[in-house]
């Protein structure tokens, strides 16, 4: 099946920059559509961007877009979020995910991501 590693994450001070990379394994990584995904502290889960399997279609939700660059490289597979800017309203566990058709969904163990002063 499916497995998937984010790592990157840490404490950095408002207006700095993270890449977090998520390595996947286990299955063809070069068929799969990348999302990720964030849940701040005591919050639900929040979409925040996606790409489709060649990585040259992008989405971004509206709070990250501008900030943050979704990419991927099929030959290491690996997913990458650069995040640029950060708010300390970006503070969250960040986890790449992707929906398998007819197999299901599959989530890696989340990077803590803190921006504070």
């Known amino acids: 099946q499916v497995q998937l590693v984010e790592s990157g994450g840490g404490l950095v001070q408002p207006g700095g920059s993270l890449n977090l990379p998520c390595a996947a394994s286990?299955?063809?990584?070069?068929?799969?559509?990348m999302n990720w995904v964030r849940q701040a502290p005591g919050k639900g889960l929040e979409w925040v961007s996606f790409?489709?399997?060649?990585?040259?279609?992008?989405t971004y939700a509206d709070s990250v877009k501008g900030r943050f660059t979704i990419s991927r490289n099929n030959t290491n597979n690996t997913l990458y979020l650069q995040t640029t800017s950060l708010y300390p309203e970006d503070t969250a566990v960040y986890y790449c995910t992707t929906l398998v058709s007819g197999v299901g969904d599959f989530w890696g163990q989340g990077t803590q991501v803190t921006v504070s002063s």
């Open positions: 790409t489709h399997s060649g990585g040259s279609t992008t």
């Open positions: 286990g299955s063809p990584f070069s068929t799969y559509r």
